[in-house]
């Protein structure tokens, strides 16, 4: 994982952010997002693996239902557009 070591006053902008937080540069692109770490976390875990075979996986991705990923996030824009200003 790449650690980005940021300056006070970029703290201080993300500590007073609630929630989730868009990280833009200075020409208002885009550069990713931001999730605050969760106190009751104590560590991120990398490399869990799932429970589910991947014959297990494969059958599941094959049920009928759901919906495209841009469709799910389409509802939710429409649902919560506080959330995603």
Known sequence: MTEVVLDPPA???????????????????????FVPADPAVKQVVFGVKSPLSAEEREMRSREPGGKPLAEFWAEMRQQHPDKFQ
């Open 11 to 33: 703290i201080t902008q993300i500590q007073q952010g609630e929630n989730y937080l868009r990280i833009r540069d200075a020409k208002g692109r885009v550069l990713g997002y």
